[in-house]
């Protein structure tokens, strides 16, 4: 099932944008995983990732920073899911799209969803 929330867009630092969005829906889901998984917490708040500084390179930056405290709605799905390493929800979000596309990039950066990170299970090498 598809939930409806909204969050806060922030850009900085650096070549970087998130939805800030609310800490509760991130502690409700993880308190949802069992604790023999030893789920570690992200090490960012709860947020939504429309660019991503190290993986994302907008070619139309001069959109950049063109939206700073806007509200963005969105949806977020109540499944608990795991690749392997991270533990998250897939999300949408047609704002996020457009605001990617304008800046020169693909709507999305994989799987043709957005994720909320509810934490991961990388070993502590």
């Not at 598809?2 to 993880?30: C, M, T």
């Not at 806007?70 to 392997?84: A, H, P, S």
Request: proline letters at 5%; hydrophobic letters at 30%.
């Amino acid at each position: 099932m598809w939930h409806s929330a909204s969050g806060k867009l922030v850009y900085g630092p650096g070549i970087r944008a998130i939805i800030e969005i609310d800490q509760g829906i991130v502690d409700f889901y993880q308190s949802l995983i069992p604790s023999y998984h030893h789920i570690k917490p992200s090490r960012y708040s709860a947020h939504l990732t429309v660019v991503r500084t190290e993986k994302d390179k907008p070619t139309k930056l001069e959109h950049w920073n063109k939206y700073p405290g806007e509200i963005i709605e969105y949806q977020y799905q109540d499944q608990v899911l795991y690749d392997g390493t991270y533990w998250y929800l897939n999300a949408k979000s047609s704002r996020i799209a457009e605001i990617r596309e304008e800046l020169g990039l693909p709507q999305f950066r994989k799987s043709g969803c957005y994720h909320i990170t509810l934490g991961n299970s990388k070993d502590d090498d």
